[in-house]
């Protein structure tokens, strides 16, 4: 929920910008601001990759993120990295363990990524 000018509260939740957009220039365009336009902006949303990959960092949360695209977003793997143990954490602290050969050429072991996921690439021993 959002409060705006003139104490207007607004539910955000399980809306689209476009639809909290046209709720927004409904109730004070056309009755206070004729000439206002509106632009609602989603909030910039992240993940982290670390460890053995070519470029680790935050990186721009989109839909549809995996365990594999993160990675390829990143760079890819280094020749060091272990590719069969690769760590995510949710921002609840839940881990999971991802075999990334096994997620390449079956989408079932890809496991999706959400905003504030940490991955992290573990060295392999040899």
């Known amino acids: 929920r ?13 809306k689209t910008p476009t639809q ?5 220039f409904e109730r004070y365009v056309s009755r206070l601001y004729p000439r ?6 989603a ?20 839909s549809g993120m995996t365990v594999v695209k ?5 760079g890819g793997f280094d020749p060091f990295a272990k ?6 954490t949710r921002q609840n602290g839940k881990k999971y363990r991802v075999n990334c050969e096994k997620a390449k ?3 079932r072991y890809d ?3 959400f905003p504030g996921d940490e991955i992290a690439v573990p060295r392999r021993l040899y």
């Open 83 to 88: 590719r069969t143990a690769v760590l995510v």
């Open 43 to 62: 909030e910039d949303l992240f993940f982290y990759v670390q460890g053995r990959v070519e470029a680790d960092g935050r990186y721009p949360y989109s």
């Open 111 to 113: 496991l999706q990524i």
């Open 105 to 107: 050429t079956d989408s």
């Open 20 to 24: 909290l957009q046209t709720e927004i």
């Open 70 to 74: 993160a990675v390829a977003t990143a």
């Open 2 to 14: 959002i409060v705006l000018h003139l104490n207007q509260a607004f539910v955000a939740t399980g």
């Open 36 to 41: 206002m336009t509106v632009q609602v902006q």
